[in-house]
């Protein structure tokens, strides 16, 4: 039989068969490596939405429910010369009508894990709920904590010593509360709060496209709330009024919105956070189309929400305790670690060694960056036989002298690669629905095992040589609609790209060296196990120094212990002064790092600058002890070394509002300068404080306009703090442990 569809419908499976990205991927207006704002799908004029009404069948003791989803769409509204397209009640479309429901119940399910950490889950097809393996997670999570349900007529109310979770019936409200009861925030329903800029509700919608589904979580954000979190995020610290787009993307540069290392975690000024289980782009609207409300949209038709209750340190300490903690890397990468674009020959990583030990300045590392082949970003692995003479007695004889070896590489082959036929015939690269190579590029599919052996083995000759570290580069853009080997596309596998990226690498380094470390530059939940990872190709100016520092603190927020980023930023020969001010932030960092465009090696500049690059590393190194205990402690609980004082101080307002200065471990209070002055207005949180370099004491919650010491940067010690701090060594296999000493800083007591 023959039947007409109508125009709407029509119109409809014509876009979804023209569909060129795949499911959630806009069809039109991208160009190759764009952002995807999942928020579009939710304003496309074909888009059909569920919003949740009614909890239909619930087993308070399991968690396992269903839930009503009510079908909307968007209809144009006329008023007073300008058209809206509020969401409005919509008929079934689909033929025949006894298939299909008009408003589908479908499957939701409420996990206790913790005392403190609640599981949603949500499906948008009518697909039970299953266990998976993600590799996001540790391991799969279990039910646990100390929970009370108490049945009341309209719900159910669970109870643990930490929280209060309110799930009610009809409509269906999910609210999550402090242990007092006191409200923090609570899924929105549609239209609310009533106004006339039609807030979102909770709800998906189905694309017109290619039927494929995204979730809109709206919650409650009140009037004062602060957000923070998200990943290495450049923009502002404070989320709440921001749109946030969490998907990889080689950010180029430290000055806008796109993240090498996106995260799908938050946290709240009022006691809570949120981790979005997801690998698919996400886009995080923190009250900047609606004030009050909060939208995650997420890609994924299922919905898998993770809720933590408690103060940073607490709900970071849970976030990690699902995803991983950072594992102490070794001794040496705390060290110094010189490096610029590019040392393209023994000759010259003998030379600058050499000189760094003229000079007296500590250093353990130096890194070769894109020019140790035979053509400078070529990567072939081997290194240049007309430029190196012998690399593995090169790497012995700078061993010898304290030095580490890190190489550059990248997991992307051009065909000009005398690998890339080899990589290609064997199906080690991404595909495209044609089963060929979907970029200019081969990129390694590192869903594939025989893609990682391949990989491994190409790495181990290096680490047999005796390299330290490899630096784990790129990964941030795996093609969106690549076809993996895992059967996924790239929507669901880009993200997680850089989690496995890290893995492969930092697995074979630990097996081959039997240590914890690469150098990375993208991420992924969960990639917080691999460390350690920087900031990225970040622009020569104070305000990249600045946009850096807040990364930093965002990312550390996310259960990233370790961070560091290129000391005077990437792009250009770094300022003279600027260079000196960043070198000092570096220092008094998780890891120090020097590289960038040339000079990056003091004695380019002047015998003064020398003294004060010796000066300024030689502080690093008498606080390495410090360092070393303060980064195993943090890594335990999942914390970050480099962290924001409202980390630190949650109880004092002030705290929320600095983004330009950190704690440094428990002790030190770092505020960096970001200009070319050497005084500053620092906050200092509630105690008592000693300069770290004049021995002059401050109160604390207050604010003091402070003058830096020799080394550029204002550095305060909590009064009465035992800091260790060692004699200074030229590396780290230098350093007399035995002669260590505990200094208690009190008034008149300083380092210089």
């Known amino acids: 039989m023959t039947r007409t569809l109508p125009m709407r419908r029509l119109l409809i499976a014509t876009l979804a068969a023209c569909s060129v990205f795949g499911a959630g991927a806009p069809s039109h207006g991208q160009t190759l490596g764009d952002l995807v704002d999942v928020a579009d799908e939710f304003q496309a004029p074909y888009a059909t939405h569920f919003v949740a009404e009614d909890l239909v069948a619930y087993d308070a003791d399991s968690g396992q429910g269903a839930i009503r989803w009510r079908r909307h769409e968007r209809r144009p509204s006329l008023s007073f010369n300008k058209i809206d397209t509020p969401l409005a009640r919509a008929e079934a479309t689909e033929f025949p009508g006894s298939e299909y429901d008009r408003d589908p119940v479908l499957p939701f399910e409420l996990t206790l894990v913790s005392d403190r950490t609640i599981r949603l889950r949500l499906n948008a097809r009518d697909l039970p709920i299953e266990p998976s ?13 100390e929970w009370k349900a108490e049945r009341t007529d309209g719900g159910v109310v669970y109870k643990s010593p930490h929280a209060v979770i309110k799930v009610s019936f009809k409509p269906w409200r999910v609210t999550l509360c402090d242990a007092s009861g006191n409200e923090l925030t609570s899924t929105r329903r549609l239209g609310e709060p009533a106004s006339f800029s039609a807030p979102p509700g909770f709800s998906f919608a189905r694309s017109g496209r290619d039927m494929s589904r995204s979730f809109a979580a709206a919650t409650a954000l009140a009037h004062d709330e602060r957000i923070f979190g998200c990943g290495e995020s450049f923009t502002r610290f404070d989320k709440r009024g921001q749109r946030v787009i969490a998907m990889t993307c080689d950010a180029m540069g430290a000055q806008s919105p796109r993240m090498y290392k996106p995260i799908p975690f938050y946290l709240s000024s009022r006691g809570y956070g949120v981790f979005v289980h997801t690998s698919t782009p996400t886009t995080f609207d923190f009250g900047r189309d609606f004030d009050a409300t909060n939208v995650s949209y997420v890609g994924d038709e299922q919905l898998d929400l993770f809720l933590f209750v408690g103060d940073p340190a607490q709900v970071v300490e849970e976030y990690t305790a699902l995803t991983g903690r ?3 890397p070794p001794l040496w990468s705390f060290g110094l670690w010189m490096s610029r674009i590019t040392y393209k020959s023994e000759d010259e990583v003998r030379d600058v060694t050499r000189k760094l030990r003229e000079h007296r300045i500590p250093c353990d590392v130096v890194h070769l960056d894109t020019g140790w082949f035979e053509t400078d970003w070529q990567c072939d692995y081997q290194f240049s036989a007309s430029r190196f003479d012998d690399p593995r007695q090169m790497i012995a004889d700078l061993r010898d002298d304290g030095f580490r070896v890190c190489l550059w590489q990248l997991p992307y082959f051009t065909s000009k690669n005398r690998l890339y036929d080899e990589a290609r015939r064997a199906g080690l690269f991404v595909k495209n629905r044609s089963g060929r190579v979907p970029a200019e590029d081969g990129v390694l599919d590192f869903t594939n095992p025989d893609a990682v052996a391949w990989y491994t083995e190409k ?48 697995d074979l ?32 100016t104070y305000s990249a120094m600045a946009a850096s520092l807040r990364a930093g603190l965002s990312l550390g927020l996310c259960g990233f212990t370790y961070w560091s980023h290129d000391a005077g930023g990437f792009v250009e020969r770094a300022p003279r002064e600027l260079y000196a001010r960043w070198l000092a932030m570096a220092a008094l960092g998780s890891h120090t790092r020097c590289h960038g465009a040339p000079p990056r090696e003091p004695w380019e500049y002047d015998p003064e600058f020398v003294d004060l690059f010796r000066e300024t590393i030689e502080m690093r190194y008498r606080l390495i002890p410090y360092l070393v205990a303060q980064s195993k402690a943090a890594g335990e609980a999942g914390a970050p070394l480099i962290r924001p004082l409202l980390f630190a101080y949650p109880e004092d307002p002030t705290s929320w509002t600095i ?5 440094l471990g428990e002790d030190l209070l770092v505020a960096p300068l970001f200009d070319d002055g050497r005084r500053r207005s620092v906050y200092l949180p509630p105690g008592q404080w000693v300069d770290y370099q004049t021995g002059k004491p401050y109160d604390g919650s207050a604010w003091h306009t402070i003058t830096a010491g020799r080394v550029p940067i204002v550095v305060l010690v909590r009064r009465g703090a035992k800091l260790p701090l060692a004699p200074v060594a030229q590396h780290t296999g230098e350093i007399d442990w035995d002669a260590v000493e505990t200094t208690v800083f009190e008034p008149g007591v300083g380092e210089q």
């Open 133 to 145: 393996e993600s590799p996001m997670l540790t391991a799969p999570p279990q039910p646990g904590g």
């Open 509 to 540: 380094t630990a097996e081959a060296n039997g240590e914890r470390i690469i150098w990375a530059r993208s991420a992924w939940a969960g990639s917080q196990r691999y460390p350690l990872h920087w900031g990225g190709d970040a622009e020569n």
């Open 659 to 663: 983004d330009d200065q950190y704690m």
């Open 326 to 328: 950072s594992p102490q």
């Open 459 to 506: 790495l181990r000759g290096l680490l047999e040589l005796g390299v330290g570290a490899i630096k784990v580069d790129f990964g941030e853009d795996a093609p969106l609609d690549g076809l993996y080997a895992s059967g996924r596309t790239g929507w669901h596998e880009r993200n997680l790209y850089p989690l496995r990226y890290n893995r492969v690498v930092s």
